[in-house]
Structures are given as C-alpha cells and as structure tokens.
Nanobody, 124 residues
C-alpha cells in the first residue's frame, strides 16, 4: 500500500520560510520522480515543483522559481520543499505526488499517487 504523508505546513507571516516534507512508503521511492502541487481555495490544483528520481533534475513553476527548492533523500524515502520569502498568494494546501516514471513532470495527470496535503497559510 502506497502512502505519501506530508508535514511541515503551518501559519507564517509574509517573508518567512517553511520546509515541507513528504515521507513515502510502499513504493520503490528511488525509481519515482516526485512532484509538489498546491490548491488554493476556489482555484484548481497547480504545479509547484518536481524532482527526478536521482534528484539531478528539477522543475519549478514560474511563480515560485528562485524562492522554492525541491530536493529528495532517497535513503530516507523523503522529498522536501524548502519555501523561502513566502507570500500571501502561496497560501494553499500543498500535496506531494509520485509518478511511475523517473523523469519529473509538471502535469498532474501523470502522477499516480498523492498525499493528503498539508496546509500552508501566509499572512500579510
């Protein structure tokens, strides 16, 4: 049974930092590319960042480029999202996802497993 469990969300002020973690189990983590997506109230889910199975390749949405960093530790079956210089528009539920392929993608339909999400709220 595949499980992806996000943690690290919370309420912070604009300009602060948070690090999200996503612990994976029940799958061969090192074979899977991982992605982070988010969904704000009343909006569709959107791509945030993705990392290849080795961690060598990363993709970012333009809205977070330069502020967020995605990384992974295959020994710990965990993927991270370091979020700096947070803005109120970053407020959303953040989800991690795993796909069968080893290459990263910004397309949510290509991901096969999803976590339950963690809330990030940024106050102005």
């Amino acid at each position: 049974q595949v499980q992806l469990v996000e943690s690290g969300g919370g309420l912070v002020q604009a300009g602060a930092s948070l690090r999200l973690s996503c612990a994976a189990s029940g799958l061969t983590f090192s074979y899977r590319a991982m992605g982070w997506f988010r969904q704000a109230p009343g909006k569709e889910r959107e791509f945030v960042a993705a990392v290849s199975r080795s961690g060598d390749s990363t993709y970012y949405a333009d809205s977070v480029k330069g502020r967020f960093t995605v990384s992974r530790d295959n020994a710990k079956n965990t993927v991270y999202l370091q979020m700096n210089s947070l803005k109120p528009e970053d407020t959303a539920v953040y989800y991690c996802a795993a796909r069968f392929m080893g290459s990263p993608s910004f397309e949510s339909d290509t991901y096969n497993y999803w976590g339950q999400g963690t809330q990030v709220t940024v106050s102005s």
